[in-house]
């Protein structure tokens, strides 16, 4: 009868075992909204770096995009240095691999970050639930613009300044062979799009043109709106905060 005890509760431990419940953790970080679990394997001296990145983004997202609500689900971030390691638990969370870089899972609450490769896959992929869980009907190009800015991004005493980054090459390629598309394209693109065979440059329009919205101080008011609207809506929402023709001008000036 203990034998049989024994492997009732090691296999009803097992199905409700989270995946990567078998990493250590790392931290846990509380903030207004947001309840995160860092697991993972890293070297001691990077683990409590990292665990402080992961709530210096919290605080960020939450004062800049996220409305305040009661505490939502944990969500457990996996953090590997190792590329192999790394692949191998990815590989247990979605096969075939998703990406070599990280990814979040929103049916399991899970994202994964390979912060050997860059810390940017850190706060690329942490940003994703802040912002699911805030804005659940979130359209991708605004998803992956956000993240793919605080992907780029220096802190500072009053949080994160975005940085041009490598993608500016996919935006001025694009816009040399007049192939980018409009911003009114950008804001009624489908997920088919954003990932499709046109994604780098589609997630390069997206970045730069939040970019360009954040430094004229209306990033967080532009958010806001589009969250607030209907879909229908998001193309003239965007149009007000920007002129096709002038962040053509814009994009064509900056420099990486």
């Given at each position: 009868m203990r034998a049989v005890a024994a492997l009732i509760a090691v296999l009803s431990a097992t199905a409700h075992a989270s995946p990567g419940d078998e990493?250590?953790?790392l931290g846990e970080v509380n903030g207004v909204r947001a309840?995160?679990?860092?697991?993972?394997?890293?070297?001691?001296?990077?683990?409590?770096?990292?665990?402080t990145l992961v709530s210096r983004i919290v605080a960020d997202v939450e004062r800049r995009f996220t409305a305040k609500h009661d505490?939502?689900?944990?969500?457990?971030?996996?953090?590997?240095?190792?590329?192999?390691?790394?692949?191998?638990?990815a590989r247990e969370l979605r096969d075939p691999?998703?990406?070599?870089?990280?990814?979040?899972?929103?049916?399991?609450?899970?994202?994964?970050?390979?912060?050997?490769?860059?810390?940017?896959?850190?706060?690329?992929?942490?940003?994703?639930?802040l912002l699911g869980d805030d804005y659940p009907a979130i359209p991708?190009?605004?998803?992956?613009?956000?993240a793919a800015l605080y992907g780029t991004a220096k802190p500072t005493k009053q949080g994160f300044t975005f940085l041009v980054n490598y993608r500016l090459r996919d935006l001025q390629r694009a816009l040399e062979a007049g192939t980018l598309p409009t911003i009114a394209e950008l804001a009624t693109s489908s997920a088919d799009e954003m990932y499709g065979e046109r994604a780098m440059v589609f997630y390069a329009l997206a970045r730069y043109v939040l970019l360009y919205v954040d430094r004229q101080g209306d990033l967080g008011k532009l958010y806001s709106?589009?969250?607030?609207?209907?879909?229908?809506?998001?193309?003239?929402?965007?149009?007000?905060?920007?002129?096709?023709a002038e962040f053509r001008a814009w994009a064509r000036k900056l420099r990486f």
């Open positions: 990493l250590p953790v309840r995160i679990v860092v697991r993972g394997e890293l070297p001691k001296a990077r683990e409590r770096e990292l665990v505490p939502d689900a944990a969500v457990t971030l996996l953090l590997l240095g190792d590329r192999a390691r790394y692949r191998k638990v691999l998703i990406s070599d870089w990280g990814f979040y899972l929103p049916d399991k609450r899970v994202a994964i970050a390979n912060v050997g490769n860059s810390v940017g896959n850190l706060r690329h992929e942490l940003v994703h639930p991708s190009w605004l998803n992956e613009g956000i709106e589009l969250r607030a609207a209907k879909p229908k809506d998001h193309a003239a929402i965007l149009a007000e905060h920007v002129d096709d």
